[in-house]
């Protein structure tokens, strides 16, 4: 899982992108214009993992992964009703993501300067929102400007359902983002999805709006249009604490600036929440692991998962639900009070269940 973090130069991207990694990539008031990503891979903070591994003391412990992709490159314009332009090089990278995290700059500080002169979050989102519909509108036109070519053939041409298909589909969408309104809120349907996946389109991807409130104490009254989700953090605050090594340090700066809670936790939680995304747990003295999968994955794709001999040679699952297992503290409890299950290929897994694959090749 690949999330690219993105949003107008000074708004806050490589700090946000250090709070969540422990990185030190450099933060300095950043002019626009140069092409650069920051990546970093970390891992995904659960409890439940460290609870299962405190009763199997396991010789590893492997927690859920998820990489961040920190993307400048995105500058203002001199065109004020566009605002901000994407390079095909920075389109490119945002492409390459699951999923986004827009930060949006709201805060004050004269010597950061605002690329667009004046702190505006509802203007920034839609600017942004307005380039990635743009950057779609030129693929979906393209395309069936060579479609149209191309169907003019006539049947003989060995794809002309699948082409009419797509360019029935292209020609529902055009209006929609020509209206500068992203494709995350056309509805398609599965297929459909399936046929327009090779165009990475940008303003489909599912999308995280993060409100830089800079050192403000509390959250503004910020919100973003109602298909985006929205969260507010103290970027600046959060990478310093994120960047300390010795933990009494940590609690000493988080009680200070009254913290209850790192954002880091929060925002990937809500990264899964993007898309649609869970874990599942295997556990022995070997190893106490969670696997990422999509949500109402079966049991035999989580099986594909761990080792594709077990999904080929799949015979049952072995099911207990991570609440119930702490409940009971042990397989054996659980199985005495009727919460250890065996179950078949298209069990739909849960989020924490602890699985045992059986299989046999």
Same mark, same amino acid.
């Given at each position: 899982?690949?999330?690219? &973090? ?30 650069? /990503?920051?990546t ?7 409890e439940r993992v ?36 994407? =390079?095909?090089?920075?389109?490119n990278?945002?492409?390459? @993501? ?41 693929k ?23 082409d009419?298909?797509?360019?029935? &589909? !292209?020609?529902? !969408? ?8 992203? !494709? ?11 046929r ?12 995280? %709006?993060?409100?830089? !409130?800079?050192?403000?104490d =509390? ?7 109602? =298909?985006?989700?929205?969260?507010s ?5 959060? $990478? ?13 700066? $988080?009680?200070?600036?009254? &913290?209850?809670?790192?954002? $880091?936790g ?5 990264s ?5 995304? $869970? %874990?599942?747990f295997? /556990? ?9 999968i999509?949500?109402e ?33 042990s397989?054996?409890?659980a199985?005495?009070a ?21 299989? @046999? %090749?």
């Open positions: 899982m690949r999330i690219g &973090i993105i949003g107008l130069p000074n708004s806050g991207k490589t700090t946000l992108f250090n709070a969540l990694t422990g990185g030190e990539a450099p933060t300095a008031t950043y002019s626009g214009g140069t092409f650069q /990503v920051n970093a891979i970390v891992s995904v903070p659960d460290e609870d299962l591994a405190d009763i199997y003391n396991p010789q590893k412990i492997t927690h859920a992964k998820v990489e961040y992709a920190d993307i400048a490159g995105l500058s203002g314009t001199d065109d004020k009703e566009r605002g901000v332009s994407l =390079s095909g090089e920075l389109m990278a945002i492409a390459n @993501n699951d999923a986004l995290l827009h930060v949006v700059r709201a805060f004050d500080d004269t010597n950061v300067p605002h690329p667009l002169e004046t702190v505006d979050p509802a203007r920034d989102i839609d600017m942004l929102e307005a380039e990635l519909a743009l950057s779609d509108l030129s979906i036109e393209n395309r069936l400007e060579k479609l149209t070519g191309m169907l003019k053939r006539g049947k003989v041409v060995p794809t002309f359902e699948d009419k298909k797509e360019q029935d &589909i !292209l020609r529902r !969408l055009k209006p929609h983002v020509e209206s500068g309104q992203p !494709l995350r809120e056309f509805e398609l349907t599965e297929d459909e999805q399936k327009l996946r090779g165009f990475q389109f940008l303003s489909a991807k599912p999308m995280l %709006v993060i409100f830089n !409130l800079g050192d403000e =509390s959250a503004p009254d910020l919100t973003g249009p109602s =298909s985006l989700q929205t969260t953090v103290r970027a600046r605050l959060e $990478m310093d604490i994120a960047q300390l090594d010795d933990e009494d340090d940590r609690a000493m700066f $988080m009680q200070e600036y009254n &913290i209850t809670e790192l954002s $880091m929060r925002i990937i939680q809500q899964y929440d993007l898309l649609k995304r $869970m %874990v599942f295997t /556990v022995g003295e070997d190893e106490v692991r969670a696997w990422e999509n949500r994955a079966i049991a035999v794709e989580c099986a594909g998962a761990i080792h594709s001999d077990l999904a080929r040679g799949f015979i049952r699952a072995e099911v207990v639900s991570y609440d119930n297992f702490m409940t009971f503290g397989n054996a409890a199985k005495s009727g919460k250890y299950r065996l179950e078949g290929k298209t069990y739909i897994v849960q989020d924490g269940d602890i699985l045992m694959i059986r299989f @046999n %090749v």
